[in-house]
C-alpha cells in the first residue's frame, strides 16, 4: 500500500468490489452484501463480510488486497469482541 492510500473501512471494501472487481459474480455478492447492509443494518456486516471475503478469493490485485485485507481485520475484530458469531 502506499502511503497515500489509506486502509479500507469495511463498507468501504463493499464498495469498492462492486465497483473495482473484474467479476460480475463478485460484483453481484457485493452489491446484494450493500442491499442486506442498507436494509436490515449493521447487525448484518459480520456475515456479508464473510460472504465477500469468500467470494473473493480468486480476485488478485492492489484493490484486491486491500478489500481481503479490510474484511478479514474486520472479521478479526469481530471476533476477538466476540460479536462475530454466526449462526
Known sequence: MSGSEHPLG???AFTV???QCPS?????VARQG???IA??????????AFHLL?????WQ???????KEALERFLADQ???GAGGRS
Not at 436494509?39 to 456479508?48: D, I, M, T
Open 61 to 67: 490485485g492492489p484493490q484486491a488486497t486491500r478489500v
Open 10 to 12: 469495511v463498507v468501504e
Open 24 to 28: 460480475g459474480a463478485v460484483q453481484t
Open 54 to 58: 469468500g467470494a473473493a478469493r480468486g
Open 17 to 19: 468490489t462492486r465497483d
Open 39 to 48: 436494509r436490515e443494518g449493521a447487525g448484518a456486516l459480520p456475515l456479508q
Open 34 to 36: 450493500l442491499e442486506t
Open 79 to 81: 471476533r476477538r469482541d
